[in-house]
């Protein structure tokens, strides 16, 4: 049987190139991705908890947790679009003049 400790340091590191993606990179399309393996890896944890506890409260919160990640990539890819249609740029830096 494979440890918690197992799940939780796959976990992080997920966790970990999540944050980098979302701090490093210019493209919305990689922040997006990374917000979702941000997501994952806490879903990851959730799971792995309630596996190691014998708990159905943390698959049935990871079961909510997805079907709000699944939300939020609908409606970040359709923004994106709506942008990119606009803009004709998908990079963070060059959309700082949405202000006015």
Known sequence: MIPLSHYLLLSLVLF???V?????RRSIIIVLM????????INLSLVA????LQSM????FVVFTITVAAAEVAVGLAILVAVYR???TVYV???????H
């Open 86 to 88: 606009r803009r004709k």
């Open 20 to 24: 980098a993606g979302v701090l490093l």
């Open 34 to 41: 990374s917000l979702e393996l941000i997501f994952n890896s």
């Open 49 to 52: 908890f309630a596996h190691f």
């Open 16 to 18: 970990s190139i999540g």
């Open 57 to 60: 409260t943390g698959r049935v």
């Open 93 to 99: 830096e060059e959309l700082s003049e949405m202000k």
